[in-house]
T-cell receptor, first 113, second 114 residues
Framework: DTEVTQTPKHLVMGMTNKKSLKCEQHMGHRAMYWYKQKAKKPPELMFVYSYEKLSINESVPSRFSPECPNSSLLNLHLHALQPEDSALYLC????????????FGSGTRLTVV | ELKVEQNPLFLSMQEGKNYTIYCNYSTTSDRLYWYRQDPGKSLESLFVLLSNGAVKQEGRLMASLDTKARLSTLHITAAVHDLSATYFCAVDALLTGGGNKLTFGTGTQLKVEL
């Protein structure tokens, strides 16, 4: 299996809702990442997990809460989002050592109404 | 802070023509990536350049890396309509806590006219 699987592919949520994005990989990668991409902009790093521990938080608002329950799974919990949080959320994974690049998932298109 | 700049931001070209996209970055890095993104889709990896002087080619696309100049180029030969997409370069840096931080360039929106 050489893929990163993201679910759901599309999500519409209200500003008072709580939802979660899920990312899964079975390549044995021990680093996992969340990126946010607004329309016509480059992806921006949000969080990095290395060996299931949070390695970097790029000053992301607390309404985004990441979780890495095991080496194959990465979640992004969403609560009280704003319309400006609407974007494409991309998950990626990589090896930590003997680095050969990143594998990106297909993304979740999030719309906050 | 690592900064990655691409130019041009927009590129409209005719089929059969050649063109080059440039990617400059601000701090030392030995790894540079090129990605393609179609509208509404995720990132497709095109090239990974790991050392100074690296050159890779796939079809009508060729990428090169000059780490001393902190410059990478993506050359398009005899463009075809199917190459229309947004192209990103990206540079990464090793994090002390593990993992890597990948910083993307501004992107080049390429449109190949029939």
């Amino acid at each position: 299996d050489t893929e990163v699987t993201q679910t759901p592919k599309h999500l519409v949520m209200g500003m008072t809702n709580k939802k979660s994005l899920k990312c899964e990989q079975h390549m044995g990668h021990r680093a996992m990442y969340w990126y946010k991409q607004k329309a016509k902009k480059p992806p921006e790093l949000m969080f990095v997990y290395s060996y299931e521990k949070l390695s970097i938080n790029e000053s992301v608002p607390s309404r985004f809460s990441p979780e890495c329950p095991n080496s194959s799974l990465l979640n992004l919990h969403l609560h009280a989002l704003q319309p400006e949080d609407s974007a494409l959320y991309l998950c990626a994974s990589s090896q930590v050592h003997l680095f050969y690049g990143y594998t990106f998932g297909s993304g979740t298109r999030l719309t906050v109404v | 802070e690592l900064k990655v700049e691409q130019n041009p931001l927009f590129l409209s070209m005719q089929e059969g023509k050649n063109y080059t996209i440039y990617c400059n970055y601000s701090t030392t890095s030995d790894r540079l990536y090129w990605y393609r993104q179609d509208p509404g889709k995720s990132l497709e990896s095109l090239f990974v350049l790991l050392s100074n002087g690296a050159v890779k080619q796939e079809g009508r696309l060729m990428a090169s890396l000059d780490t001393k100049a902190r410059l990478s180029t993506l050359h398009i030969t005899a463009a075809v309509h199917d190459l229309s997409a947004t192209y990103f370069c990206a540079v990464d840096a090793l994090l002390t806590g593990g993992g890597n931080k990948l910083t993307f360039g501004t992107g080049t929106q390429l449109k190949v006219e029939l």
